[in-house]
């Protein structure tokens, strides 16, 4: 076949297989889109209306529980009406979803506010002067009542559903579905049914969810053009929709306290293609109960095709209610079908271009290409002497200009190789060098952005620490400040992170040995991971061999940071299988106290492509994996190689994709006795000073306002004379006129920083009586000998802790703190994890009604049997209340059934 055939060929037989593929292919797959296309809609707001859901039902628990703390703190009392009626007033202005909020007795009396659609607050009050009458009253915006709107009679506690459902389960629950009597609106409770120290009932405390809030939600959501979205519970009940309300009045021309609201079915909706669903439903699945996990279908109702998707919800609820999305069919082809239409009208225009350039292209081409082809087959004979004739102007042309070209400078070429590498083995040389000063450059860039980075830090952790101490802050701020300060210690260790690098590559970074417990280390390390392995469904196995020594001599921090590096990477990138973390020696050395260890780190993830092998471990360098997941910075493998070089050793890798990746490492270090290794201690908080101490003046200095009020806050507690200075020219004035004992001094400050100050000071006599303690957010070596050589007296690194400071202050000014007194019971004590072999002590009929009490969820029977276990079995006993703190009682039964 000639090459002109072949052009025609290679143009036209592509878009007519194009064509015929494009049709079938075009049919088959329009539906599996609109089918994918729904599903997915549908389940981005299956995820939206869950998540509204979750938030919604919250609010009642956590207004339930916030009343009963506060009972228990004695803040409120239920009983005191005068004082729950401003209580009650205030607390449902925060809570704009919820309809009421209220506490009803056994005896007959009732408290609570009421929203209501007008968003006005009324009180409900019944108590002994008008038993059995719910006297209402309107409330000024200050929440005092103006005057009694209404009475409702014969009102008994005891005949409210909700209430009979608190007493009924004896705990904490949900009332069903009810409308208000007199201003009909569709609610539901959470009640908490209050018992005294005899276990006699008091009363149900109660608060209402307005579920016309979630139907207001449900319209707003966007579905499509004309989708819906409607929510039932177990007796196929509308809950909430975005179609119609979910109840209707019977007599609406009667007085609203007269009115008869009836709430609505599936089967009597107001909709032919809602009473249609309804049927479909129960031919589907006999009932909604049956559904146990969300179902996809298509059904024709009221004439026209829908997708339907219906899944149970039943967070926080005891029984689930049911959300049905439907999106019309018709709403996702439309737009399909004229894309396809106009995509065919497309391909046939471009066939028949095709067609026509295919026939004007090969002529054009194959004339030239062949006089090329002569010409190549002459020169590779030898004959470098046949140029090419061919005037032309395009590609073709100037080919054939190179060629001729080429033919006649091939010699000239050859001749000057060998110079010209030399030329480029210089500029290589230069550039190398070049890139070395803007490494540099960019380490000194990191490390002075570090300085900066840890100024505001400092200001933070202080501040935490501080506020960790006051007595009177609640508990839930205290879990606030606990998480600000570990946010806080997160930040600091990523800025050591990138510091690390920096030091790397400037070649300042150092090892700093020290004794440690491998094995304590490794089990922290083992706890940090343990429960992000737990919740991804993967194993976590960390496995010390025999001849791995327990007490050894390194650098810690350094060694910690490599193994959560490589089991972090681990775990981020494997879904199924495990991970597993061995340690053993490597070799012995000649000396029998120095040893190689061995870490292996193995996994059953995505595995590394063999291509990517070379460049894992440089830094901000990421693999396809880790790309994809959008987690980390390319710098934990760097830095990890890093640390193990300067720790002796080596690191080394091997993966396949699919299958997994195993990193092993060694590192040198050595076996010391135990009783080198300190045992860690809770650290004492300083709760004063002895009271023969003298009262000691200290000069604050620092260009930051925040960081002399830390300091402030924590020193002036303990009476000392405190003064602050934003520059070194103030405080070198300060110091001259009050002479304090001690002064804390910022180094990089205006007008005048922290170095000249210091020399100013110390270069008098007077000045060698006063401590200065440099404080800087400087982490660099050789700047703290810089800062000693100016006359500081000690050095202080940004962020602190408040230990460092009172040390200081101990150091160069001799003062005895008094610090508070820690119970034994307060020293850290590890617990092993729970084995079936703990509960083989127990008799047979303990065990039994642990059984079902982890069966029942029954917390308080569980603690109460934990009170009977005798106190030599400290783990058991322990073990048993981190599974009630952690709700895990699945965990009692499975260990039970292995007995």
């Not at 494997?574 to 991970?579: I, L, P, Q, S, Y």
Request: hydrophobic share 40%; with cysteine; proline share 3%.
């Amino acid at each position: 076949m000639s090459l002109r055939s072949r052009i025609i060929l290679l143009f036209i037989m592509p878009m007519i297989s194009a064509m015929g593929l494009f049709g079938y292919i075009s049919f088959q797959n329009s539906n599996r889109a609109i089918e994918k296309l729904a599903q997915k809609l549908q389940g981005e707001i299956n995820e939206k209306v869950s998540e509204q859901l979750t938030e919604y039902l919250s609010t009642p628990l956590s207004i339930n529980q916030i009343n009963l703390d506060n009972r228990e703190l004695g803040i409120i009392d239920f009983n005191n009406f005068s004082l729950m009626e401003k209580y009650l007033w205030y607390q449902i202005n925060q809570f704009p979803h919820i309809g009421f909020i209220g506490y009803a007795t056994e005896t007959g009396n009732l408290i609570g506010v009421e929203r209501l659609d007008d968003k006005e607050i009324e009180i409900n009050i019944m108590d002994n002067s008008s038993p059995y009458n719910l006297r209402i009253y309107n409330l000024d915006q200050k929440g005092n009542k103006i005057a009694q709107k209404t009475v409702i009679p014969n009102f008994i506690n005891q005949q409210r559903p909700w209430y009979q459902k608190a007493v009924e389960a004896r705990e904490a629950t949900w009332s069903d579905v009810f409308i208000y009597q007199g201003t009909p609106r569709l609610a539901i409770s959470a009640v908490v049914p209050i018992y005294n120290q005899e276990n006699q009932l008091e009363g149900v405390l109660f608060s209402d969810l307005l579920l016309s809030l979630i139907s207001n939600f449900l319209k707003d959501l966007s579905v499509s053009k004309t989708g819906e979205i409607i929510i039932v519970d177990d007796n196929n009940y509308l809950v909430a929709s975005s179609l119609e309300k979910p109840f209707i009045i019977t007599n609406p021309d009667a007085k609203k306290i007269e009115q008869q609201p009836e709430r609505i079915s599936l089967e009597n909706s107001q909709h032919e293609k809602i009473r249609q669903l309804s049927t479909n439903i129960n031919k589907k699945f006999s009932s909604l109960n049956n559904l146990k996990e969300s179902q996809f279908w298509q059904v024709k109702l009221d004439n026209q095709y829908y997708f339907i998707q219906a899944f149970p919800y039943n967070n926080y609820l005891t029984k689930p209610w049911y959300i049905l999305i439907l999106i019309p069919k018709q709403d996702l082809v439309g737009d399909i079908e004229a894309n396809t239409k106009l995509t065919i009208i497309i391909w046939f225009f471009i066939l028949l271009i095709a067609l026509f350039l295919a026939l004007w292209t090969t002529n054009y081409i194959t004339k030239p290409i062949l006089l090329l082809d002569r010409a190549l087959s002459n020169f590779q004979k030898g004959n470098h002497q046949s140029p090419i004739i061919l005037k032309r102007r395009d590609e073709l042309g100037h080919l054939a200009i190179a060629f001729n070209e080429m033919t006649s400078e091939i010699q000239e070429l050859v001749q000057n190789l060998e110079e010209k590498v030399k030329d480029r083995t210089k500029e290589l040389s230069e550039a190398k060098d070049k890139a070395e000063v803007a490494n540099q450059a960019k380490s000194e860039f990191l490390a002075n952005m570090s300085h900066e980075l840890r100024t505001p830090l400092n200001a933070i952790l202080g501040f935490a620490q501080i506020m960790r101490k006051s007595p009177t802050l609640p508990e839930e701020h205290q879990e606030s400040i606990e998480i600000i300060n570990r946010s806080g210690e997160h930040l600091l260790t990523l800025i050591n992170n990138i510091l690390d690098l920096s030091k790397i590559e400037a070649g300042k970074i150092t090892l700093n040995k020290e004794n440690i417990d491998l094995y304590k280390l490794l089990d922290e390390i083992e706890d940090i991971f343990k429960y992000k392995a737990e919740k991804k469904g993967i194993h976590l196995i960390f496995e010390k061999l025999d001849n791995l020594p327990q007490f050894i001599k390194t650098d810690a921090p350094k060694l910690r940071q490599i193994i959560i590096n490589l089991v972090s990477n681990a775990i981020k990138f494997t879904e199924e299988g495990g991970v597993s973390l061995q340690g053993t020696i490597n070799k012995l050395n000649n000396n029998e106290k120095k040893v190689e260890l061995l870490f292996i780190i193995r996994d059953t993830g995505k595995g590394i492509k063999h291509q990517e092998l070379a460049t894992l471990f440089q830094p901000f360098t990421q693999t396809k994996s880790g790309k994809e997941v959008n987690e980390g910075t390319g710098l934990g493998l760097s830095i990890s190689k890093k640390f193990v070089e300067l720790m002796g050793g080596n690191i080394k890798v091997s993966s396949e994709e699919n299958v997994g990746t195993i990193f092993s490492f060694t590192v040198q270090t050595e076996i010391i006795p135990d009783y080198e290794v300190k045992s860690n201690q809770i650290m004492p908080q300083v709760v004063g000073i002895e009271t023969n101490e003298k009262t000691y003046k200290i000069l604050i200095v620092d260009d930051k306002e925040i960081n002399c009020q830390l300091l402030v806050k924590l020193l002036k507690p303990f009476g000392f004379e405190l003064k602050e200075a934003n520059n070194g020219k103030q405080a070198v004035k300060i110091w001259e006129k009050w002479q304090p004992h001690l002064i804390f001094m910022d180094m990089r400050m205006p007008v005048m920083d922290g170095y000249e100050a210091t020399k100013i000071i110390k270069g008098t006599t007077k000045g060698n009586a006063t401590a200065i303690i440099a404080v800087t957010a400087s982490v660099l070596e050789e700047e703290k000998a810089i800062i000693l050589s100016a006359g500081c007296d000690d050095f202080v690194r940004k962020p602190f802790r408040q230990e460092t400071i009172f040390s200081m202050l101990s150091k160069h000014l001799g003062i005895n703190f008094i610090y508070e007194q820690i119970e034994e019971n307060q020293s850290t004590e590890i617990i092993s994890e729970l084995t079936a072999k703990d509960f083989v002590a127990m008799p047979q009929e303990w065990l039994k009604k642990l059984y079902k009490a982890s069966i029942d969820l029954d917390e308080q029977l569980i603690l109460d049997l934990i009170q009977e276990i005798p106190d030599s079995h400290k783990s058991l006993i322990q073990g048993l209340k981190n599974i009630v703190d952690s709700l895990e009682f699945d965990r009692i039964t499975t260990l039970i059934d292995e007995i």
